[in-house]
T-cell receptor, first 112, second 113 residues
Framework: GQNIDQPTEMTATEGAIVQINCTYQTSGFNGLFWYQQHAGEAPTFLSYNVLDGLEEKGRFSSFLSRSKGYSYLLLKELQMKDSASYLCAVRPLYTGFQKLVFGTGTRLLVSP | DTGVSQNPRHKITKRGQNVTFRCDPISEHNRLYWYRQTLGQGPEFLTYFQNEAQLEKSRLLSDRFSAERPKGSFSTLEIQRTEQGDSAMYLC???WGQGDEQFFGPGTRLTVL
C-alpha cells in the first residue's frame, strides 16, 4: 500500500520561513517530488530528491530521509505569491515507470 | 514550445453523455500521463503512455474510461455514460524518458449535472 501524509493547512507571515513536512509509506521508493499548485492552476515542479540530504534552489529547499520516510519543503523569505497548495509526491519503485503518488497537499496562506 | 496544452479547459455535460478530452504534450516528450484531481485532494494517477503504448492503468479507470495516444503525440481521454462522480479536474502531464520532472497541463474541469 501507499500512504502519504502532510498537514492540511498552514499559515505564515510575509518574510518568514515555513517548513512543510511530508511522511510516506510506499511499496519501494524511487524519488520524492514537491509541486506548487495555485488555485485553479496546474501543479508546477519545485524540487526532486532521490538521495538523503538537502537540495537547495533559491528560496526553496527540500530535505529527504529515506530511512525515516520523511521529507520537508522549506520556504524562505515568504512572499504573498507563495500562497498556494504544496503537493508532496512519491514515485514508487515497483511500477518501474514514472507514476507519481500524491499526498492531499498542504494549503499555505501567507499574510502581510 | 508553449508547454502541455489541454482542450477544452471546461466541460459541462449531463449525466449519461460521453465526453472526450485532448492533451498535447511538450514536443518530443515520449511519456504522457493522465491524472484526476478533486477539490482538496492531490492528483490521482489514471494511466500512462510511453510513445503510443499504454503501459499502466489505475484501477480508478473503469470500463467507461478509455485513453489513446495513436501516434505517440497527442492523447485523448474519453468518458462514456458520465456520472456525477466523474466531476473533477482532469490533468495531463508529460516527461522525457530520461528526465524526472513531469510537466502538467492546465487541466480540463469536468462538471457532470
Amino acid at each position: 500500500g501507499q500512504n502519504i501524509d502532510q498537514p492540511t493547512e498552514m499559515t505564515a507571515t510575509e518574510g518568514a520561513i515555513v517548513q512543510i513536512n511530508c511522511t510516506y509509506q510506499t511499496s519501494g521508493f524511487n524519488g520524492l517530488f514537491w509541486y506548487q499548485q495555485h488555485a485553479g492552476e496546474a501543479p508546477t515542479f519545485l524540487s526532486y530528491n532521490v538521495l538523503d540530504g538537502l537540495e537547495e534552489k533559491g528560496r526553496f529547499s527540500s530535505f529527504l530521509s529515506r530511512s525515516k520516510g520523511y521529507s520537508y519543503l522549506l520556504l524562505k523569505e515568504l512572499q504573498m505569491k507563495d500562497s498556494a497548495s504544496y503537493l508532496c509526491a512519491v514515485r514508487p519503485l515497483y511500477t518501474g515507470f514514472q507514476k507519481l503518488v500524491f499526498g492531499t497537499g498542504t494549503r499555505l496562506l501567507v499574510s502581510p | 514550445d508553449t508547454g502541455v496544452s489541454q482542450n477544452p479547459r471546461h466541460k459541462i455535460t449531463k449525466r449519461g453523455q460521453n465526453v472526450t478530452f485532448r492533451c498535447d504534450p511538450i514536443s518530443e516528450h515520449n511519456r504522457l500521463y493522465w491524472y484526476r484531481q478533486t477539490l482538496g485532494q492531490g492528483p490521482e494517477f489514471l494511466t500512462y503512455f510511453q510513445n503510443e503504448a499504454q503501459l499502466e492503468k489505475s484501477r480508478l479507470l473503469s470500463d467507461r474510461f478509455s485513453a489513446e495516444r495513436p501516434k505517440g503525440s497527442f492523447s485523448t481521454l474519453e468518458i462514456q455514460r458520465t456520472e456525477q462522480g466523474d466531476s473533477a479536474m482532469y490533468l495531463c502531464a508529460s516527461s522525457w524518458g530520461q528526465g524526472d520532472e513531469q510537466f502538467f497541463g492546465p487541466g480540463t474541469r469536468l462538471t457532470v449535472l
